[in-house]
């Protein structure tokens, strides 16, 4: 088993890191693996070619976790793979040593994601300190995970 089997093993028994699809059925603001990195598709444009070629694909991706731009061009038949995003909120209590202690709704804590640098650790560091309830948004794609975004906590 490779690597990314064993990660998968516990939370997301039988989900598969990735899967194809045609790079015809790509739509911008859909998610693509371009270059082994998983990219949310910010442009997408379709040309074609000679009598006997296909029509070709160029999208423009950017990594979901590290912001950078990937580009990518493929025949529109050929199948391109779609990285598995699953979306979770979690509750903020604390920060220690640089990572964030996230409590899910069924009350497990978990402290083993890092603050996300920028503007938004900073959002985030200063929402805990003047004792806001919130919300991080945390995805997690091919093995990595990051926080995404932040929401204020609706009072029930």
């Known amino acids: 088993p ?7 093993s516990t939370a ?3 989900a598969s890191a990735t899967f194809p699809i045609q790079c015809s059925a790509l739509r ?3 998610f693509v693996m371009v270059k082994g990195r998983p ?5 997408m444009s379709t040309s074609k070619t000679g009598k006997h070629g296909h029509a070709k694909v160029h999208l423009t991706g950017i990594d979901i976790f590290t912001a950078k731009k990937y580009e990518d061009v493929c025949p529109s038949t050929h ?6 995003v699953i979306r ?3 509750q903020v209590l604390d920060i220690i040593d640089g990572f964030l202690t996230l409590m899910e709704d ?3 804590t978990r402290e083993d994601l890092r603050l996300p640098d920028g503007d938004m650790g900073k959002e985030i560091v200063k929402k805990l300190e003047s004792g806001d309830q919130f919300l991080v948004t945390v995805w997690r794609a091919v093995a990595e995970e990051a926080v ?5 906590m609706t009072p029930i």
């Open 148 to 152: 995404v975004g932040i929401k204020n």
């Open 88 to 90: 979770k909120d979690y």
């Open 106 to 108: 069924n009350g497990e």
């Open 39 to 43: 990219c949310k598709i910010v442009e």
């Open 12 to 14: 997301d028994a039988g």
């Open 28 to 30: 911008k603001n859909g």
């Open 2 to 8: 490779t690597m990314a089997d064993d990660d998968f």
């Open 79 to 84: 199948n391109m793979d779609v990285p598995n």
